[in-house]
């Protein structure tokens, strides 16, 4: 069974930072992709950054590209989401999940990733 639990998420002010961690356990041999994922209420939920279980391929969504950065560590089975000059539009409720992807095109769809932890606050003011 899949475990993901989230943390690090807070409150900050636009352009400031925030690292988030998922402590995942039992994704070996179940899941290829690991990722972060990110819903506004009312709004869908949306594929934020992903990394293979190998970290070594890495996918973001364009609106957060050069400003976040995700990685793996595989020793401590840790995903983690560093995020910089956080803007307002990037407050939401972040989700770490894990699934199998078979090709790019799916790496940041929400509906790719069959198991989800219980989401982490962030909030971002002007």
Sequence with gaps: QVQLVES???SVQAGGSLRLSCAASGYR???NYLGWLRQIP???????ATISTGGRI?????????RFTISLDNAKNTVYLQMNSLEPEDTAMY?????RVFTSDNVLVPTSFTDWGQGTQV???S
């Design 29 to 31: 041999g179940r899941c």
């Design 58 to 66: 890495t996918y973001y969504a364009d609106s957060v590209k050069g």
């Design 123 to 125: 909030v971002v003011s």
């Design 8 to 10: 690090g998420g807070g």
């Design 95 to 99: 989700y770490c999940a894990g699934g």
């Design 42 to 48: 009312g709004k869908e939920r949306e594929g934020v």
